[in-house]
T-cell receptor, first 115, second 113 residues
Framework: AQSVTQPDIHITVSEGASLELRCNYS??????LFWYVQSPGQGLQLLLK??????LVQGIKGFEAEFKRSQSSFNLRKPSVHWSDAAEYFC?????????????FGAGTRLAVHP | NAGVTQTPKFQVLKTGQSMTLQCAQD?????MYWYRQDPGMGLRLIYY???????DKGEVPNGYNVSRLNKREFSLRLESAAPSQTSVYFC????????????FGSGTRLTVV
């Protein structure tokens, strides 16, 4: 069965520091991978997605993610974190028999940013 | 553009009461989804509708029913609310299959007492 694991429940970084959020997936075929961000009290916003091709994908707000098939990972990175990046981040994989019918989400990583 | 609109934003129910959560999208998307979000569990799929006229169960369908009223609207009904259904509910839509990615509504926070 398809699944997504985000090993870190909470991460705290200082403003200006670099960030890496981990995501591991389990899926038999070529995965469609996504990162979403949720600010407090809000819905989820798409940061970036990977379908095929270049394994390093760029997203909004200065985020990027790298797909590594050998490690079944799709980690999210940002070189310099801003206080406004404090939010919850969700990794998701497109899955479903007979096609990619739905997204399966990880449990999320909550990011806190210290000034 | 409104995107995906959910109503209500907040609701408190007593155990055993019923209610319907409404969701509408104005992007001419084919697929619509209902998820619930609980702390430490991420988002879990309740039901989805790949196209108008079809609905399918997701990961946690028990205690819920859905109706794809037309291409724009996808409602979620709780027939007899239970405290375990206290959650934040999100509706989402996608242009085609899920690999297009979702557009989410802003959520409904439901408390069952």
């Amino acid at each position: 069965a398809q699944s997504v694991t985000q090993p870190d429940i909470h991460i705290t970084v200082s403003e200006g520091a670099s960030l890496e959020l981990r995501c591991n997936y389990s899926y038999g075929a070529t995965p469609y991978l996504f990162w979403y961000v949720q600010s407090p009290g809000q819905g989820l916003q798409l940061l970036l997605k990977y379908f095929s091709g270049d394994t390093l994908v760029q997203g909004i707000k200065g985020f990027e993610a790298e797909f590594k098939r050998s490690q079944s990972s799709f980690n999210l990175r940002k070189p310099s974190v801003h206080w406004s990046d404090a939010a919850e981040y969700f990794c998701a994989v497109g899955a479903g028999s007979g096609g990619y019918n739905k997204l399966i989400f990880g449990a999320g990583t909550r990011l806190a940013v210290h000034p | 553009n409104a995107g995906v609109t959910q109503t209500p934003k907040f609701q408190v129910l007593k155990t055993g009461q019923s209610m319907t959560l409404q969701c509408a999208q104005d992007m001419n998307h084919n697929s619509m989804y209902w998820y619930r979000q609980d702390p430490g569990m991420g988002l879990r799929l309740i039901y989805y509708s790949a196209s108008e006229g079809t609905t399918d169960k997701g990961e946690v369908p028990n205690g819920y029913n859905v109706s794809r009223l037309n291409k724009r609207e996808f409602s979620l009904r709780l027939e007899s609310a239970a405290p375990s259904q206290t959650s934040v509910y999100f509706c989402a839509s996608s242009e085609g299959t899920a690999n297009y990615g979702y557009t989410f509504g802003s959520g409904t926070r439901l408390t069952v007492v």
